[in-house]
Structures are given as structure tokens and as C-alpha cells.
């Protein structure tokens, strides 16, 4: 499948923990997105990455972190983690900078207890 | 600031009925309007967008300006139409990410 790959798919782990995960782009996707889905929320946006830089941020919290690699897969740190913060974290990428169809992955779901 | 609002969270019909799943949207700025929708099991992607102006499986939206809405309609609904949807606007021409709206919940009812 070279679609948008997410791991993990499901995540269970503790108040004051950290996290990673894992976003693989569709093969020649340039830019990766992330969303947060909180429970009766919509997708709220956290950030984009093109060709390895910060391109714009939504409101992510100083807690979470990012980064794109030269290899174009991207990490999404979640530390000091709250009950809160248990959500969907999808990843979408895009060719380029402006394309409004994004590709989106399965998410990882991250639940804090 | 930009929004969206899908004001249903869940929307029931019979299969043949007509259907309409709201978006409003609040932007100072010329907009660009997608919908989304994410069926059982399957990833969200995209339905369609207002400036491609066509149909996708049955499915129109219009941009109304006036009254800052892109409802999605259909004529005649099917089972396989349930879905979650999703509104999302952006800037027209522009570098921003999508905004989304919460999502309706599409139920339909044999």
C-alpha cells in the first residue's frame, strides 16, 4: 500500500508520559499534515511540513512537538502527556504546498489514563 | 478567523429521500469549500470541492457567498451513502491548511 501509513494505530499510556508517532506520506508527497480528533471535536489542525520545514501551525500545544525527515516521514512528540490529550492523530500528505485533496491515514489513537 | 459549522451531528433518512447536510462558514476572505467523508472502515478522503463544480456519486454543493453556506445535497439517498461527513474550507488560491468542521453523522435508513 503506498498510501499514508500511521503507526502505532493504537496507543495506551499513562499521565506524564511521552509519545511518538509515526507518519509515512504517500511516495512523492512532499507535505505532511497533522490533526487532532478530540471526542466531539472536529479535526482540529496542529501542523505542516514540506520538504522537511515548518510551513504553518495550528494551535498545537507547546508540549507537542514535530519534525520532518529527510527521507519526508514525519514524528509527532506528545510529552508530558494529560488525560486531554487522548484522541485520533491523523496525518495527511499532499504533493506540494496547496492542494486542498489531502491524503489522509488511518490515525493513531492515543489514549492517556 | 476562519470556521466551519456543520450544525448536525447526526442525520437520519429513508433510502430515496432527498438529502442535505449543512456547512456554514465564517471567513473574512475569498474561500475555497470541500467536503470530505469518511465511510466505514475507510479513510477519509475527499467528496468534492466547490470550484470543481461537478457531481461525485450523486452528491452537489453549491457555495452560496450571501449566506456563507456550501450544503451538500443529494436527490435521491442510498445505503451506501452513510457515512461521516465533513465541511472544510480554506483560503482560495492560498497556502492554508484546511479547516474542518466537526462532521455529520449520514444514516440511511432501508
Redesign the interface.
Known sequence: DS??TQTPKHLITATGQRVTLRCSPRSGDLSV?W?QQSL??????LI?YYNGEE??K?NILERFSAQQFPDLHSELNLSSLELGDSALY?CASTPG??S???????GSRLTVL | AQR?T?PEKLLSVFKGAPVELKCNYSYSGSP?L?WYVQYSRQ????LL?HISRESIKGFTADLNKGETSFHLKKPFAQEEDSAMY?C?L?SF???????????TRLSVIA
Open positions: 498510501g499514508v499534515y490533526y466531539d471535536q472536529g479535526l482540529q489542525f505542516q510551513r504553518a495550528g491523523f504546498l496547496a486542498g485533496e489531502l491524503f489522509f491515514g488511518e | 466551519v456543520q475555497e470541500f479513510r477519509l478522503q475527499l470541492r465533513y472544510a480554506r488560491g492560498g497556502n492554508t491548511p484546511l479547516v474542518f468542521g466537526k462532521g
